[in-house]
């Protein structure tokens, strides 16, 4: 079955960069485009950014523009969130999704805070 | 840019029926699939429905969804309720410009 497993959060200072991995299983990796979306806490849920099949693409929301990149390993069939830059607002809980939106990760929770 | 507006919360008997809205502010609701998504406390959301009325394996079939050109707006029903349905439910669909984005939630209580 499916199965996608964050990991890489934790407490990291204001202006300081984090690493986000989402380990994939289950299905065809390298065929299918992935998402990340986050939820702050008591909040909704907030799509992040999505990356293609083959990493030819990527599109990011307008509040982590320019400050994270979203990549692939598909030999390690893996999706990654290189977040520079954190602000107090990037605290949330990170999911991250397959392109058919059918299959979600647990998520792993990034707090920025001093 | 466009949004998509769902009712805060809700709130129903078990055993009854109950409808959650999700209206799309510009674009139609028709152009672009409709995803709706439970979400149980400390839990990671799942998908209900998929391309507007298609229910992913293992989604009980009182869940259902559609869309409403009329109204630019797309429902999840729940129908005969049970208390397991309590969470937080949340709509999502794409364009071209403003890309994915998600209805605010709205929190359904069965009592």
């Known amino acids: 079955q499916v199965q996608l497993v964050e990991s890489g959060g934790g407490v990291v200072q204001p202006g300081r960069s984090l690493r986000l991995s989402c380990a994939a299983s289950?299905?065809?990796?390298?065929?299918?485009?992935m998402h990340w979306v986050r939820q702050a806490p008591g909040k909704g849920l907030e799509w992040v950014a999505v990356?293609?099949?083959?990493?030819?693409?990527?599109y990011y929301a307008d509040s982590v523009k320019g400050r994270f990149t979203i990549s692939r390993d598909n030999s390690k069939n893996t999706l990654y969130l290189q977040m520079n830059s954190l602000r107090a607002e990037d605290t949330a809980v990170y999911y991250c999704s397959v392109e058919s939106w059918l299959h979600w990760g647990q998520g792993t929770l990034v707090t920025v805070s001093s | 840019n466009f949004m998509l507006t769902q009712p805060h919360s809700v709130s129903e008997s078990p055993g009854k029926t109950v409808t959650i809205s999700c209206t799309r502010s510009?674009?139609?609701?028709?152009?672009?699939?409709v995803q709706w998504y439970q979400q149980r406390p400390g839990s990671a959301p799942t998908t209900v429905i998929y391309?507007?009325?298609?229910?992913p394996s293992g989604v009980p079939d009182r869940f259902s969804g559609s869309i409403d050109s009329s109204s630019n707006s797309a429902s999840l029903t729940i129908s005969g309720l049970k208390t397991e349905d309590e969470a937080d439910y949340y709509c999502?669909?794409?364009?071209?410009?403003?890309?994915?984005?998600f209805g605010g939630g709205t929190k359904l209580t069965v009592l």
């Open positions: 289950g299905f065809t990796f390298s065929s299918y485009g």
């Open positions: 510009s674009g139609s609701i028709a152009s672009n699939y």
């Open positions: 990356i293609w099949y083959d990493g030819s693409n990527k």
């Open positions: 999502q669909s794409y364009d071209s410009s403003t890309l994915w984005v």
């Open positions: 391309e507007d009325n298609q229910r």
